[in-house]
């Protein structure tokens, strides 16, 4: 069964998906990351931009079979589990993947704009229909109390 995770209230996605996938990985696994066309460049440019002791193994679908076997992440314009050993999803598209079972676990970023809003709560009731069980994280409030 796969267990689904929203992160909702988050001010910056890209800034949280970083910080959430360092997490992720120091846990041991591997992760997709699935994000639009448009999008995936600057993602990519924002994990290269880290500080050299936090930086992130990654690559996209274009690399070589080899090079993506040895990254801790795998950055796609789809969520299609085609590489062994991803267990975990990371969505920071505006779709819900077409095979959530694929994954051990899926994590969706949830930013305060109202569109992403709307679109974050259809993900989550078509989650629910799916029957995959959901659990919700008010990043916002966390992040408020840190800055307290």
């Known amino acids: 069964m796969t267990d689904v995770v929203f992160h909702y209230g988050v ?5 949280y998906a970083i910080r959430l996938l360092r997490k992720v990985v120091r846990g041991g696994f591997r992760v997709r990351v699935a ?3 448009g999008e995936q460049a600057a993602f990519s440019a924002r994990l290269w931009a ?12 274009q690399a070589p079979a080899s090079l993506k076997r040895r990254s801790s992440v795998l950055l796609g314009t789809s969520a299609m589990n085609d590489e062994a050993g991803l267990a975990v999803l990371l969505n ?14 899926i994590l ?12 974050g709560r259809s993900r ?4 629910d229909s799916a029957q995959c069980p959901v659990v919700m994280h008010d990043a916002g409030a ?3 109390a840190g800055a307290a």
Do not use: N, S, W
Not at 108 to 119: G, H, K, M, S
């Open 124 to 127: 989550k009731r078509a989650y």
């Open 142 to 144: 966390v992040q408020a």
């Open 50 to 61: 880290m500080v050299p002791t936090g930086f992130l193994a990654h690559c996209d679908d």
């Open 92 to 105: 920071l598209t505006d779709d819900m993947p077409e095979d959530p079972q694929r994954y051990q676990k």
């Open 35 to 37: 994000l639009t066309p």
């Open 11 to 15: 001010a910056d996605k890209f800034d």
């Open 108 to 119: 969706e970023v949830i930013t305060t704009d109202p569109t992403d809003r709307q679109l």
